[in-house]
Structures are given as structure tokens and as C-alpha cells.
């Protein structure tokens, strides 16, 4: 069990240092059942993971298919992993050879509005936003780029409707529990860097639930 020091340093490892922005929950979407989707793969040197993300968080999901499409994510890597807890990575500061800038972000990188009308909830593989801490950044809106993907196989339900949860892993939890469970230093930097590479690819949804058993 964490403690209450433990709970707040995890919880920190989720912030993202940048400008507070002002957040408005949109309503949410029906989920399209027919039509395509995109598949997004993310390849690290501990397997591949792949995602979905969800149509009802739409500002997220714009801006993460942008950021996967245009080679951002490319090089950057997980730079925070805690077992029975979570992965983060994103920040484009994890592309140099200077660990202890991953996580503090680029100077007025911008946020994304909180998208918590939805309801989607921190379980096993869940995909969802870092952010500033709530002192700073009280409308909680997101990181425009750092992400984390949950660990923990009993889920983070704690973190609900703080942080929004955008997309679900549909293959790949084996990579995640491997990529948590590395060697990591004091601060929770992976000893050796996990560098990720990421692409789209779009798919008819029958075919994404057919090859990857996912249910829309």
C-alpha cells in the first residue's frame, strides 16, 4: 500500500511543467461503430504497443494522431516507469543525452482543454494525459504532448477524473508490464533509455475488432 508521501510523489510524476490553460469539458460524442479508425503503434525496444483512441475526447485525439503523424514522438522516450503504477513518456526534452530535463517540457508548449465528460477510467492499459498539478493548473488541462499508459492490472482509479484518459491499449500490455518494471534510478528514470518510434495506420473498425478484439 502507498503511503500518503508515496500517493503524492506519484502523483507528481504525472505533472507536466507549462503554462495553466483554461479547460471546458465538452459533451460527449456517440461513438461511431462503423466507418474507419486509426491504430496507433508504438515500437520500443521492449515490443510494440498499440492503441486506440477514443471518439468522445476528441481534442485529445486530434492532437495525439497530429503529433504521431508528424514524427514528434519519434526518438522520444519513456522517460518515467513505476511498477503497479504506470509509464510516462512523450516529453520531446527525452530526445537529448541530459536526463534530467525529461518531464520538465518546453517553455509555453500549450495545453490541451480536460476532457472529462466522457467518464473513461484509469484500468490496466489506459491511455491518458499528463498535466501540471492542480495548484497551478486548477481547470486541469493536459499536456499537449506527455502521456502515460497504465500498469497497474487493477487499474488507477484514483487518478479518475483528474487526468483525462483518452485511449485504451489493445495490444501490447506484456511491452508495458516489461517497459514498468525495468531498472530505474532514484527519480524513476529507466537506467537504459526507452526510445519510441510511432505511427498511424487506418483501419476499418470490423477489422480492428476482428484482429485485436477490441469492442467499440
Same mark, same amino acid.
Given at each position: 500500500?502507498?503511503?500518503?508521501?508515496?500517493?503524492?510523489?506519484?502523483?507528481?510524476?504525472?505533472?507536466?511543467?507549462?503554462?495553466?490553460?483554461?479547460?471546458?469539458?465538452?459533451?460527449?460524442?456517440?461513438?461511431?461503430?462503423?466507418?474507419?479508425?486509426?491504430?496507433?503503434?508504438?515500437?520500443?525496444?521492449?515490443?510494440?504497443?498499440?492503441?486506440?483512441?477514443?471518439?468522445?475526447?476528441?481534442?485529445?485525439?486530434?492532437?495525439?494522431? %497530429?503529433? =504521431?503523424? !508528424?514524427?514528434?514522438?519519434?526518438?522520444?522516450?519513456?522517460? $518515467?516507469?513505476?511498477?503497479? +503504477?504506470?509509464?510516462?513518456?512523450?516529453?520531446?526534452?527525452?530526445?537529448?543525452?541530459?536526463?534530467?530535463?525529461?518531464?520538465?517540457?518546453?517553455?509555453?508548449?500549450?495545453?490541451?482543454?480536460?476532457?472529462?465528460?466522457?467518464?473513461?477510467?484509469?484500468?490496466?492499459?489506459?491511455?491518458?494525459?499528463?498535466?501540471?498539478?492542480?495548484?497551478?493548473?486548477? %481547470?486541469? =488541462?493536459? !499536456?499537449?504532448?506527455?502521456?502515460?499508459?497504465?500498469?497497474? $492490472?487493477?487499474?488507477?482509479? +484514483?487518478?479518475?477524473?483528474?487526468?483525462?484518459?483518452?485511449?485504451?491499449?489493445?495490444?501490447?500490455?506484456?511491452?508495458?508490464?516489461?517497459?514498468?518494471?525495468?531498472?530505474?534510478?532514484?527519480?524513476?528514470?529507466?537506467?537504459?533509455?526507452?526510445?519510441?518510434?510511432?505511427?498511424?495506420?487506418?483501419?476499418?473498425?470490423?477489422?480492428?475488432?476482428?484482429?485485436?478484439?477490441?469492442?467499440?
Amino acid at each position: 500500500m502507498f503511503n500518503i508521501h508515496r500517493l503524492g510523489l506519484l502523483l507528481l510524476a504525472l505533472l507536466w511543467m507549462a503554462g495553466p490553460a483554461f479547460a471546458t469539458d465538452k459533451p460527449a460524442k456517440p461513438t461511431k461503430r462503423k466507418g474507419r479508425d486509426e491504430v496507433v503503434t508504438i515500437t520500443t525496444t521492449q515490443g510494440v504497443i498499440r492503441l486506440i483512441l477514443f471518439d468522445d475526447t476528441p481534442l485529445h485525439k486530434a492532437n495525439f494522431l %497530429q503529433k =504521431a503523424k !508528424s514524427g514528434f514522438y519519434d526518438g522520444t522516450s519513456f522517460h $518515467r516507469v513505476i511498477p503497479n +503504477f504506470m509509464i510516462q513518456g512523450g516529453d520531446s526534452n527525452s530526445k537529448d543525452a541530459d536526463p534530467s530535463n525529461d518531464g520538465l517540457g518546453q517553455a509555453n508548449e500549450g495545453t490541451i482543454p480536460a476532457e472529462f465528460a466522457a467518464g473513461h477510467q484509469h484500468n490496466y492499459g489506459a491511455l491518458a494525459a499528463a498535466r501540471q498539478g492542480d495548484f497551478a493548473n486548477p %481547470q486541469r =488541462a493536459s !499536456s499537449i504532448s506527455q502521456f502515460y499508459l497504465v500498469q497497474n $492490472r487493477s487499474g488507477t482509479h +484514483f487518478l479518475d477524473g483528474q487526468y483525462t484518459v483518452f485511449g485504451q491499449t489493445i495490444q501490447g500490455l506484456d511491452v508495458i508490464d516489461k517497459i514498468a518494471n525495468l531498472p530505474r534510478n532514484e527519480r524513476d528514470h529507466p537506467v537504459a533509455d526507452i526510445k519510441m518510434t510511432m505511427k498511424t495506420q487506418k483501419l476499418n473498425r470490423k477489422k480492428i475488432a476482428k484482429l485485436y478484439g477490441y469492442t467499440y
